[in-house]
């Protein structure tokens, strides 16, 4: 098959290069996948998984790409939930060849079904913006209906996935960025926007839970607008 490999950490991007590699073969729990779209993250040719294993022993060349979307070609031994065939998208194990390549060996519980009317490059855009989202809402978070979320960078990659789930669980979103965002962040579901430049945050007044992006001076002053018992999400 055709894959992506980087082999010199020091090359960065210039150092990835169109490669033959043998077709991935599904271990215990494993499926295959066809890889119909994959994601790229800018900085992960900087994540130690990328050049070593979990023994730190080199393990290039290696495959990036941990976001995918595809079809299921082949189960490995006792694989239950999935089947040949079957559209999926998912996030590969950091540890293991990517999804920059034809075909990827994922374990099947980092994959989920994709339905039929979701483009496969949606699918592979979602996993890690979408995951940062509900873990930070609602694992850390705690969001429930009816409060209220404050969500910095609302037009950005993790902040309109944080407002589309705030919405859908039903809370009150407050969505923040610059002016030029105000109609994306709105059409998003947000049920205010905040100009962070030119408007002033405290005049949000209390809120249940901040989700933020940035740090420094935001996140201080975005703190102090938060209820008692609510939280803050950085």
Do not use: C
Request: charged share 20%; no cysteine; glycine share 14%.
């Amino acid at each position: 098959m055709k894959a992506i490999a980087v082999t010199d950490q020091a090359a960065g991007t210039a150092g990835m290069k169109l490669v033959e590699r043998p077709e991935p073969q599904p271990a215990i729990n494993d499926v295959v996948v066809q890889v119909y779209a994959s994601g790229f993250t800018w900085d992960e040719l900087t994540w130690p998984p990328m050049w070593t294993d979990r023994l730190d022993r080199d393990r290039t060349p290696s495959i990036p790409g941990h976001e995918l979307a595809g079809v299921v070609t082949a189960l490995g031994y006792g694989t239950t939930g999935l089947s040949v065939g079957q559209r999926v998208f998912g996030l590969t194990d950091w540890y293991r060849d990517g999804t920059l390549a034809e075909y990827v060996a994922v374990e099947a519980r980092n994959l989920a079904p994709l339905p039929g009317d979701v483009d496969f490059t949606v699918g592979a855009s979602l996993p890690m913006p979408g995951l940062t989202a509900w873990q930070g809402l609602f694992v850390h978070g705690h969001l429930q209906a009816g409060r209220s979320v404050l969500a910095h960078g609302a037009a950005g990659v993790v902040g309109s996935m944080v407002t589309q789930l705030a919405r859908e669980a039903g809370a009150y979103v407050i969505g923040t960025g610059r002016a030029g965002d105000r109609q994306a962040v709105l059409d998003f579901g947000a049920n205010e926007f905040v100009d962070l430049e030119n408007d002033a945050l405290e005049d949000v007044g209390g809120v249940d839970l901040v989700f933020d992006i940035f740090g420094g001076d935001i996140a201080k002053r975005s703190a102090g607008l938060i209820r008692a018992g609510g939280a803050l999400v950085t």
